[in-house]
């Protein structure tokens, strides 16, 4: 079993920045692809950035492009996601993921449509305009 924990939300004003951070327990493989995924109130979850076992891939939704950054330390066993030049509509319990399953290049392309075995709880980021 693998346990995620995510921490770094809290209340941020438009333009600001967060840390999100990821630290991951229990059963651990460095080949795993992990990511992030947010869930607004009344909205569906929806994929915001993924990164594969070594951090030499990365993808992010449209929406966060050029303002988010996704990182990992696999030493730490933890998984990170920088936020800048926050906006109200990032407002989300964001989530992180990853699963037992090693992933082709191929296949990580179509990694956040995909079903995850290990979520977090969330943290909270609040964006207020």
């Known amino acids: 079993q693998v346990q995620l924990v995510e921490s770094g939300g809290g209340l941020v004003q438009t333009g600001g920045s967060l840390r999100l951070s990821c630290a991951a327990s229990?059963?651990?493989?460095?080949?795993?692809?992990m990511g992030w995924f947010r869930q607004a109130p009344g909205k569906e979850r929806e994929f915001v950035a993924s990164?594969?076992?070594?951090?030499?891939?990365?993808y992010y939704a449209d929406s966060v492009k050029g303002r988010f950054t996704i990182s990992r330390d696999n030493a730490k066993n933890t998984v990170y996601l920088q936020m800048n030049s926050l906006k109200p509509e990032d407002t989300a319990v964001y989530y992180c993921?990853?699963?037992?399953?090693?992933?082709?290049?191929?296949?990580?392309?179509?990694?956040?449509?995909?079903?995850?075995?290990?979520w977090g709880q969330g943290t909270q980021v609040t964006v207020s305009s």
């Open positions: 229990g059963r651990t493989f460095s080949s795993y692809a």
């Open positions: 993921a990853t699963d037992e399953k090693t992933y082709t290049p191929w296949e990580f392309t179509n990694w956040g449509t995909r079903f995850h075995d290990y």
């Open positions: 990164i594969n076992w070594n951090g030499g891939s990365k």
